[in-house]
């Protein structure tokens, strides 16, 4: 595993963890309540069969779960397709090497936009009010990056990557904390949540691909390097943590 993606995945989990982990342990104590007066149902084969979630434990997986993450992800996917799409015609006109592999990280990241404009429908959730602006923003520091060089676009990516790869652990880590601990009471959680694990899974691993693939392509290189990804950094957290609110 490349240093920099184990960098990346020890970046702490953003305000979503919390706001869940929150709602969780409220639910955990409802959870328990209505354990001991609803005991599992035991099977034909004399096995414990698991009871479904309750009603604030359904509530809890459609609001905080699908509202918040799925809105700032959608948002956070499309920034990155935006970035890509306004750093390629100065990078690939300096560095036509470049245009494989800048159109293999704009196709996945519209792979994981088309992925949660799906989820946002589906779940009948509302993109970011701030959907424009945020175009806007994305689109700027694309082509800003671009116009300084090769090194300051990659740096741009190794910014942007590392606060989302952790800001997908973060909504990774306390999934599976929830489905533990219900799953420990007796419920069942259901194939829908353990999809959305998968899916992030696999989405967090591309964008740590991404990570490791600015870093060999001279990030580390553009100068004053951790000004450049420090103010980039911080303008992710703003966002995503405007994003989780409006």
């Given at each position: 595993m490349a240093p920099t993606r184990c960098l990346a995945r020890t970046v702490r989990g953003l305000t979503t963890r919390s706001m869940c982990a929150q709602a969780a342990r409220s639910l955990s104590t409802t959870s328990s309540n209505a354990a001991s007066s609803t005991e599992t149902t035991t099977g034909f084969n004399g096995q414990k069969t698991r009871k479904p979630?309750?009603?604030?434990?359904?509530?809890?997986?459609?609001?905080?779960?699908?509202?918040?993450?799925?809105?700032?992800?959608?948002?956070g996917e499309l920034?990155?397709?935006?970035?890509?799409?306004?750093?390629?015609?100065?990078?690939?006109?300096?560095?036509?090497?470049?245009?494989?592999?800048?159109?293999h990280m704009y196709d996945q990241e519209a792979a994981h936009l088309s992925i949660f404009n799906t989820l946002l429908h589906r779940h009948r959730v509302r993109p970011t009010a701030l959907y424009p602006l945020w175009s806007?923003?994305?689109?700027?520091?694309?082509w800003s990056t671009a116009v300084m060089g090769r090194e300051a676009a990659m740096a741009c990516t190794e910014a942007v990557e590392t606060e989302i790869g952790g800001h997908y652990n973060g909504q990774i880590r306390t999934l599976l904390e929830m489905i533990a601990e219900w799953e420990a009471q007796g419920f069942e959680v259901g194939g829908e949540i353990r999809d959305l694990v998968s899916t992030l899974r696999r989405i967090r691993?591309?964008?740590?691909?991404?990570?490791?693939?600015?870093?060999?392509?001279?990030?580390?290189?553009?100068?004053?390097?951790?000004?450049?990804?420090?103010?980039?950094?911080?303008?992710?957290?703003?966002?995503?943590?405007?994003?989780?609110?409006?």
């Open positions: 979630l309750t009603k604030e434990q359904r509530e809890f997986l459609a609001s905080a779960v699908s509202t918040i993450q799925l809105r700032v992800n959608q948002a920034a990155a397709t935006l970035i890509y799409t306004a750093q390629t015609p100065p990078l690939v006109r300096q560095h036509p090497h470049l245009r494989p592999l800048l159109k806007v923003l994305a689109t700027g520091l694309g691993d591309e964008e740590l691909e991404h990570l490791d693939h600015a870093v060999e392509h001279d990030a580390k290189k553009a100068e004053p390097h951790w000004l450049l990804t420090g103010v980039i950094r911080a303008g992710c957290r703003g966002a995503i943590w405007v994003s989780e609110r409006v």
